[in-house]
C-alpha cells in the first residue's frame, strides 16, 4: 500500500535523492528507496548539490566521511532531508554532530539485539541486529532529537531529527543492519529501514491544519474583523494526520494544544479542549487593552510535521452609544451635579418671587419727583 500510494505521488512530481558515497553492499536498501518511488543519483561532489543557486535534490543520503559541514548544515536549514550513515572510520564525521550537539562514541564490533522506536512512535521492533557507533543515551538528547535505534542498556545507535522548518536528519550509527546479509536475514532489520526511510522524506508523520476560524459569542459573528474588549470568543482548528495505509487524512488526537493571545508576546495562553475527530476548540476572554493581537497556536508533535498558525485579531474600545449610561461606581459624582442644580434652582427662582426684598426690587418713584426732572 506505501509503494503504490509512493509511485502516484512520484508520477506527479518525481522525489529525487542524491546519495554519496556507495551503496554496493546495501542493494536491498538502495532497492527499498526505490520501491518509495524516489529517483536515486550517486554524486562524488557534495558541492554538487547546488546548480545555480538551486537544489538538484529533495533529498540527501550520506553513506562516507565528508568535510564539508556547512553545505549540509545549509541544505537543513532549506527544508531538506538527509540521512547520515556512519562506516568504519566516521570519526572524521564528528565535526558534523558537534555542530548539531549530537556525540559519538567509538566504534563497537560487537553485536547485539536492539529495539527500533519510529519518529511518530507507531511502531517498535525488538529484534534488530547492531554493531557500530553508540551515540548520545536518552536523558542528554535535545529537544527534537529522538531515539529510534537502541539497546537495552539504554544505548543508542540512530537518531532522528525533526527541525522546525520541516527538514528532518536520521544519523545512522549500525550500518551493518543495511547490508545485504542481515537485511534479508532479519525480517525487522528490513522493515525498520523502510519505516525509517518512509518518514525521513516525507512520506509518513505529515500533519496539517484547516477550519482555525473563531466566534464572537456577544453577536454570533464568525471571524470578524474586530471585537470589542472584554469580549468573549469560541476558537476552533482542526488538526489532521495523513494516513498512509487508509490513503486519507484523519483526525489528530491528543491534549497539549495550546493557543496564545500575543501582542508581542504573549497575554492569554489556554489549553484547547479536544471535541473529537481532529477538532480542537477553547473559550477565551479577550482582554480589556484595545490593539491589534494575534492568535497562535505553535504546535509540534514528535515526528510530525511541526505547524504554526496565526491570524489576527483586532480589538476595539466602546464605541459612545456602546458604554453604560449610569454607572453605579459614580453615586458621588452624580450627588454633587444634584446638589449643585439643585443650590442654582434655589438662588434663581426664590429671589425672583421674593418682590417685597428691598435689595432684589428697587421702588417705583413718586409723580411729584417725575415731574420735576
Known amino acids: ?83 547520515i550513515i556512519l562506516e568504519e572510520g566516521a570519526e572524521s564525521s564528528n565535526n558534523f554532530l558537534e555542530e548539531i550537539d549530537l556525540t559519538m562514541d567509538s566504534q563497537t564490533e560487537k553485536s547485539e539485539t536492539c529495539s527500533f522506536y519510529s519518529p511518530t512512535q507507531d511502531k517498535t521492533l525488538d529484534s534488530l541486529r547492531c554493531t557500530g557507533f553508540k551515540l548520545d543515551k536518552d536523558e542528554d538528547l535535545k529537544p527534537h532529537f529522538f531515539p529510534i535505534i537502541r539497546n537495552s542498556e539504554g544505548e543508542n545507535y540512530g537518531v532522528a531529527i525533526q527541525g522546525t522548518n520541516g ?30 526511510l518512509s518518514w525521513v522524506f516525507g512520506f509518513t508523520g505529515k500533519m496539517r491544519s484547516r ?31 495523513f494516513d498512509i495505509e487508509e490513503q486519507k487524512w484523519v483526525g489528530w488526537n491528543a491534549d497539549d494544544v495550546q493557543l496564545d493571545v500575543s501582542m508581542l508576546t504573549p497575554r492569554i495562553r489556554q489549553t484547547m479542549t479536544n471535541k473529537g475527530n481532529g477538532l480542537f476548540e477553547t473559550v477565551v476572554q479577550v482582554p480589556d487593552l484595545f490593539g491589534v493581537y494575534t492568535l497562535v497556536i505553535d504546535y509540534e508533535a514528535r515526528g510530525y510535521t511541526p505547524l504554526n498558525i496565526t491570524q489576527q485579531l483586532m480589538i476595539r474600545p466602546f464605541r459612545h452609544d456602546e458604554k453604560a449610561r449610569f454607572l453605579p461606581s459614580a453615586y458621588p459624582f452624580y450627588t454633587v451635579v444634584w446638589c449643585i442644580m439643585i443650590v442654582a434652582i434655589l438662588v434663581m427662582v426664590i429671589p425672583a418671587f421674593t418682590l417685597s426684598a428691598p435689595f432684589f426690587r428697587r421702588p417705583l418713584p413718586k409723580k411729584e419727583e417725575t415731574k420735576e426732572k
Open 1 to 83: 500500500m506505501l509503494s503504490l500510494f509512493a509511485l502516484i505521488i512520484a508520477s506527479i512530481h518525481p522525489f529525487k535523492v542524491d546519495i554519496f558515497g556507495s551503496l554496493d553492499e546495501m542493494s536491498q536498501f538502495s532497492d527499498s528507496i526505490q520501491a518509495l518511488g524516489i529517483e536515486i543519483d550517486e554524486i562524488d561532489d557534495l558541492n554538487s548539490l547546488l546548480v545555480n543557486g538551486e537544489y538538484t535534490a529533495d533529498g540527501l543520503i550520506i553513506n562516507q566521511n565528508f568535510e564539508n559541514n556547512q553545505l549540509v548544515l545549509d541544505y537543513l536549514n532549506h527544508g531538506h532531508s538527509v540521512i
Open 167 to 196: 527538514a528532518r536528519l536520521v544519523v545512522f550509527g549500525a550500518p551493518a543492519l543495511l547490508y545485504d546479509n542481515t537485511f534479508a536475514k532479519y525480517p525487522d532489520n528490513r522493515q525498520a529501514a523502510r519505516s525509517l
Open 211 to 241: 477550519d482555525f476560524t473563531f466566534k464572537n459569542l456577544r453577536d454570533g459573528s464568525v471571524s470578524p474583523k474586530e471585537i470589542r474588549i472584554n469580549d468573549t470568543i469560541e476558537v476552533s482548528i482542526v488538526f489532521e494526520t
